[in-house]
């Protein structure tokens, strides 16, 4: 059954396809430009050919307990076309397979159509870095890329704690341990932990997923680590707010301090379907500055955005900023654009003021 996946997989990376889809009973589906398309020209995948190819990746009796106990488990895939990312579900009709197509090779930087600013991220000697946005908005991407970066200029140890494990890193300058969870380790929180004593420069935590992992990577950020990690939250403000209420009442105060003091960057992105092909991403810049900080520290989240707006200068940007921006340069429409924005009033304003040129 691997040679059947491996088949489907060719197929869908000829149509440069981002993900693929397998479910009992049905065809093969798979994700072009964000539209599902239907493959009917192939064989329907039966429930027998979901268990056989579920259980090429359940020899490690880990993965196995996981699916059994909450109905899900992610693992990684390489074959002769490249790397796979796989999550197995139970659905109504038996095992179902999502599987994300990674690129071969980590992007470079400046082929993602990133906001200059984020470059400065290579430079930073430790601090908090974080990647916020929805599932499949090419957070892992940006991190890679950035990573990559240092890899090739700086003589750095660099750990990745991920879950699985999405890009590999070609030989550079630095030193890359990479770390996968339910493989190499169990959860971020005791990967993150240990990565302390692993004379660590740079770490990258796969995600935030609970307050655990969220304290001891503000420790390692505190003690001169720099730490890159992601939150599925949709706006810059909307991340503050989403760590803080990973705490009681009486603590926010702490962690609204130290996330004030060493949080070193929040970058918010969405992946939009590009007129000009392929995708394009807006993304919402936040960067660490004295009035920021002050916000942070006194849980005024609801100015953070107003104070986006007026700190261009320190590299900032707010997502309807960039999605004006992206219909100026011609990759969007400004019905897309707007359908994206989380503060429409900004929106138009933005838009009215580029209408006024």
Do not use: W
């Amino acid at each position: 059954m691997i040679e059947l996946l491996d088949n489907i997989i060719d197929y869908a990376i000829s149509r440069k396809a981002t993900d693929i889809h397998l479910k009992a009973n049905e065809y093969p589906t798979i994700r072009v430009n964000t539209q599902i398309e239907l493959l009917d020209n192939t064989q329907k995948i039966t429930k027998d050919m979901m268990i056989m190819i579920f259980s090429n990746f359940t020899q490690r009796n880990t993965i196995a307990q996981q699916f059994d106990k909450v109905g899900s488990v992610d693992c990684s895939y390489r074959n002769r076309a490249g790397y796979y990312r796989l999550n197995f579900y139970k659905s109504e009709n038996g095992i179902a397979l999502s599987l994300r197509i990674l690129p071969r090779r980590i992007p470079n930087f400046d082929d993602l159509h990133l906001p200059a600013s984020l470059k400065e991220c290579v430079n930073y000697h430790s601090g908090l870095i974080l990647l916020t946005g929805a599932t499949s908005n090419g957070k892992s991407t940006t991190i890679a890329s950035i990573l990559d970066l240092i890899n090739k200029t700086k003589k750095k140890h660099i750990i990745t704690i991920e879950d699985p494990i999405e890009y590999h890193y070609d030989k550079g300058l630095s030193l890359v341990s990479q770390r996968e969870i339910g493989t190499d380790c169990s959860s971020f929180a005791e990967a993150l932990r240990s990565a302390l004593r692993q004379d660590p420069d740079v770490i990258l935590v796969g995600e935030m997923r609970d307050k655990e992992t969220v304290e001891i990577a503000l420790t390692a950020a505190e003690t001169g680590h720099l730490v890159f990690s992601t939150l599925h939250t949709s706006s810059t403000s909307s991340t503050v707010e989403r760590i803080l209420s990973y705490f009681e009442a009486n603590q926010q105060t702490l962690i609204a301090s130290k996330l004030a003091d060493h949080c070193k960057a929040i970058i918010t992105q969405q992946l939009i379907p590009s007129k000009k092909g392929g995708m394009v991403p807006a993304v919402e810049v936040l960067t660490q500055i004295p009035s920021i900080q002050n916000l942070i520290r006194e849980g005024k989240c609801h100015q953070i955005y107003s104070m986006i707006q007026i700190s261009s200068k320190a590299g900032m940007q707010t997502l309807e900023e960039a999605l004006v921006n992206l219909i100026r340069d011609g990759y969007i429409d400004e019905e897309t654009a707007k359908a994206r924005a989380n503060n429409k009033t900004a929106f138009d304003s933005y838009m009215a003021g580029i209408k006024r040129r």
